[in-house]
C-alpha cells in the first residue's frame, strides 16, 4: 500500500515538473514570436521612410529640373529677341520700339480710364428716382454728384435743366453725352496711328536694307551669297518687329474699343430711362 502511493506521489510530481517545462517553453516561443514581430514591423516601417523619402527626393528633383529647363528656354529666348532686335539695326528698330512703348503706354491710360467710367446703370437710375421722389431735384444731383462716371455726369447735366423743362433737359444730354463719348475716344486715334506707324517703319528698314545689299553687291562686282544674305536678313527684321507690334497693339485697340461701345450703349438707355423718370417726377408734381 505503502509502495502504491510513494508511486503515485511521483507521477503526480512528474506532471508537474513536465508542465512547468512546458509553459516555460510556450512563454519563451511567444517571447520570440513577439520579438520577430516588432523586429519585422520596425524593418517595414524603416523600409517605407526610405520609400518615402526617396520617391519624395526624386520628385524634388524632377520638379527642380523642370524649373532650371524653364528658366534656360526663357533666357535662351530673351537673349534671341535680344540679339535679334541689335542685328536689325539700332536706327530703325528704334522706332520700332518707341511705337511699342507709346502705344502700349496709351493703351494702359485708356483701359484704366474706361474701367473707372463703368458705370451700374440700374443702380443709379434706382438711387436717382429714391432721391427725386424723398427729397426732390436737389437730392437726386447730390446722388449724381457722389457717383463717378459719365453716366452721372450726364444726369447732374439733366437735372440741372430741369427748371428750364423737360426739352432743355434732352437738349443738354445730348450736349454732354456728345462731350463724354469724346473723353471716352481720347487718345485711341494715337493707338491707331501706332498700329499704322510701326509695319510702315519696318518695311522702309526692309527697303533700305535691301538697298544697302545691292550696293554691297555693286561694291564686290559679284554677287556673293553671304552679301546678299546678310542685308536681306537685317532688312526682314525690322519688319518682323514692325508687324509684331502693330498686332499686339491691334488686339489692345479692339478691346478698348469693345469698351467704349459698351459704356455708349449704357450712356443711351440710362439716358432714355432717365427722361421718363423725369416725365413721371413732373407729372407728380405739377
Not at 24 to 35: F, G, H, R, S
Not at 112 to 133: C, M, P
Request: glycine share 8%.
Amino acid at each position: 500500500m505503502k509502495k502504491a502511493l510513494s508511486l503515485l506521489a511521483i507521477v503526480v510530481l512528474s506532471m508537474g515538473t513536465i508542465n512547468a517545462y512546458a509553459q516555460d517553453d510556450t512563454a519563451a516561443t511567444d517571447e520570440v514570436v513577439d520579438t520577430t514581430m516588432g523586429t519585422m514591423d520596425s524593418a517595414n516601417a524603416v523600409l517605407d521612410s526610405a520609400a518615402s523619402d526617396s520617391a519624395a527626393t526624386e520628385i524634388e528633383e524632377a520638379t527642380e529640373e523642370v524649373v532650371e529647363e524653364a528658366i534656360e528656354t526663357e533666357k535662351a529666348f530673351t537673349q534671341i529677341l535680344k540679339e535679334k532686335f541689335i542685328e536689325g539695326g539700332a536706327f530703325f528698330m528704334s522706332f520700332v520700339l518707341l511705337a511699342l512703348v507709346l502705344g502700349l503706354a496709351l493703351v494702359i491710360e485708356r483701359i484704366i480710364y474706361l474701367t473707372f467710367a463703368q458705370t451700374n446703370t440700374e443702380k443709379l437710375l434706382s438711387e436717382v428716382e429714391g432721391a427725386l421722389n424723398n427729397g426732390g431735384i436737389d437730392a437726386a444731383k447730390e446722388v449724381c454728384r457722389n457717383t463717378r462716371g459719365p453716366v452721372a455726369t450726364i444726369f447732374f447735366e439733366g437735372l440741372d435743366h430741369y427748371d428750364e423743362g423737360l426739352d432743355m433737359v434732352d437738349k443738354s444730354i445730348m450736349s454732354v453725352g456728345s462731350v463724354e463719348n469724346g473723353k471716352l475716344e481720347k487718345g485711341v486715334s494715337w493707338i491707331s496711328l501706332f498700329i499704322a506707324l510701326a509695319p510702315m517703319l519696318g518695311f522702309m528698314g526692309t527697303v533700305i536694307g535691301m538697298i544697302g545689299a545691292f550696293d554691297a553687291i555693286e561694291a564686290a562686282g559679284d554677287i556673293n551669297p553671304s552679301l546678299v544674305a546678310g542685308g536681306i536678313k537685317v532688312a526682314l527684321l525690322t519688319t518682323v518687329f514692325g508687324l509684331i507690334t502693330a498686332i499686339i497693339l491691334q488686339i489692345f485697340y479692339n478691346l478698348i474699343v469693345a469698351m467704349i461701345d459698351g459704356i455708349v450703349i449704357k450712356m443711351e438707355d440710362a439716358s432714355i430711362s432717365f427722361l421718363d423718370i423725369l416725365v413721371d417726377f413732373k407729372k407728380k408734381n405739377s
